[in-house]
């Protein structure tokens, strides 16, 4: 992966600087010039095509609420976001059904159950009721309070939602 160059848009007086080879003032031969741009040689952005954005304040909460064996899954819940509903999705793109995740997971069914439990009452997930191919699904949705992979979700997908990182405020003596 290849840094992209930082440049840094700093004001200047142009009557000040001259042209060695003209002698000319910068102002003389561009007159509407406020600014120029500076290389920073000691920075550089990384562009990534795939990346998670994890809220703060939100895993300071979680991380008082769960253990780290959870708060592991929970990572790996993290990184399989995807969409304006922040649905949860397969390495092969497919939404994960609970069958799905639970076999992702490693997860025998009691335990599993017990899991989403927690997460569903504590506002990491909530379940997206619909149909495909003509039969009723059950979709899951995480938190993007928490974390997302977008900036943009639909309002409906806000709604079912606490927001994490408030709730870590709250929990503040």
């Known amino acids: 992966m290849k840094p992209t160059t930082i440049y840094t848009k700093r004001n200047i007086d142009t009557s000040n600087y001259v042209n060695t080879i003209t002698g000319e003032t910068l102002f003389s031969e561009f007159p509407n010039t ?10 550089a952005i990384i562009n990534s095509e795939e990346y998670i954005i994890i809220d703060s304040k939100a895993l300071r909460y979680i991380q008082t609420i769960f253990s780290p064996s959870d708060l592991a899954k929970i990572q790996r819940l993290s990184d399989m976001v995807k969409g ?17 995740l639970r076999a992702s997971l490693d997860y025998d069914e009691s335990e599993f159950s017990r899991f989403m439990n927690r997460l569903h ?13 003509g039969r009723k699904c059950k979709w899951i949705m995480l938190n993007p ?29």
């Open 84 to 100: 304006t509903y922040n649905m949860l999705y397969d390495k092969n793109g497919m939404a994960h059904i609970p069958k799905t």
């Open 121 to 133: 009452t504590k506002s990491i997930i909530h379940y997206l009721y619909g149909y495909k191919d």
């Open 34 to 43: 406020t600014s120029i741009n500076v290389k920073d040689e000691n920075l």
């Open 145 to 173: 309070t928490l974390a997302r992979k977008s900036k943009r979700f639909h309002k409906e997908c806000l709604n079912v939602f606490d927001d994490l990182s408030k709730k870590q405020a709250e929990a503040l003596p």
